[in-house]
């Protein structure tokens, strides 16, 4: 592990001050998403960060990526952006093999031409959920969805165009924009039942986790590269991770009163058009050798959060 990163008390990254001097050029698409948005914000002030709109950088127009990257000056790209919606991919698969697949393996080739480091950001939803155990990097991706299909292809194009670049998995993130606890804690206070599937199974994980993470990873030599697993530590189902929101919500005085979460089954919702897989805990044992010590815990995490947010979220109430 470089020497210029330690391991903190709660398990994060410390980042010092020769890290901090290292001024990178970092571009990174899909700022107006959760993890996105959340990069932006930890790396602003240290480095260089470029955030181009759709107009300056349009992923459904691959043709097109050479030429607008080519007015952009960066040494790191972050590439967030993609069409997430599962539902939304079944419905217009043909966009979303352009924006998830496409686009991100023009931009796999720009980085390798320029040459400069590349992040893409992957997901889960490349397994198919059959397996009920934690799943490395090495389990066969299967997915079982046309979103989970495409972002898959965008992996194995990523690494073949650029072999030095890092793919990260992530799983149900948190900790900006309108996140599950968000939405879980805004019914729990207007006194509306919380359910939560109680069938599906991952991996809850800290969107400012991740930033930490990803920052000790680029900048140790050699470069991390290849497929990792990026996510806290532990497993969930939605209710439980629900549960665990309204539990620690309670004790900081955010909820005035315990909630009890009920539970439904994947299989009820059957608004669903796309395929859900149900076991997608990843395992983070790489990651943890890589960063040289274990991952904290996804209820760590989210109670540290919580606990930062209680009071703005206690003035939104206040003012509703």
Request: hydrophobic share 40%.
């Amino acid at each position: 592990m470089d020497a210029r990163f330690s391991i903190a008390s709660n398990g994060g990254v410390d980042i010092t001050s020769a890290s901090m001097a290292s001024g990178r050029k970092i571009l990174i698409t899909g700022t107006t998403g959760r993890l996105g948005s959340a990069l932006r914000r930890h790396y602003q002030g240290r480095h260089q960060v470029l955030a181009p709109a759709r107009a300056e950088l349009n992923l459904s127009r691959p043709d097109e990526i050479p030429a607008q990257l080519g007015r952009l000056d960066f040494d790191l790209l972050i590439h967030c952006a993609a069409m997430g919606s599962p539902d939304q991919c079944e419905r217009e698969p043909a966009l979303a093999a352009t924006v998830n697949h496409a686009a991100s393996t023009a931009l796999a080739r720009e980085c390798a031409a320029r040459p400069a480091q590349m992040i893409q950001i992957s997901t889960d939803y490349v397994f198919s959920g059959e397996a009920d155990r934690p799943l490395d990097e090495d389990d066969e991706a299967m997915p079982i969805c046309h979103y989970g299909h495409t972002k898959r292809a965008a992996e194995l194009a990523v690494l073949s165009a650029c072999p030095g670049a890092l793919v990260a998995r992530v799983s149900w993130l948190f900790g900006a924009g309108n996140s599950f606890p968000d939405q879980v804690l805004r019914d729990a206070a207007a006194g509306k039942p919380i359910c939560g599937i109680e069938d599906k199974w991952s991996v809850p994980t800290s969107v400012h986790d991740i930033a930490l993470w990803l920052e000790a990873l680029w900048d140790q030599q050699p470069p991390a590269q290849g497929v990792l697993h990026l996510c806290n530590s532990g497993r969930a189902s939605w209710r439980t991770y629900a549960q665990e929101v309204c539990d620690r919500a309670h004790e900081l005085g955010i909820l005035p009163a315990p909630v009890s979460v009920q539970g439904s089954r994947l299989a009820d919702f059957q608004g669903f058009l796309a395929r859900r897989p149900q076991h997608t805990v990843l395992s983070n044992q790489r990651l943890a050798q890589l960063l040289g010590a274990p991952v904290r815990s996804w209820q760590e995490a989210l109670a540290e959060w919580l606990a930062v947010s209680s009071a703005s979220f206690l003035q939104r109430q206040g003012s509703l």
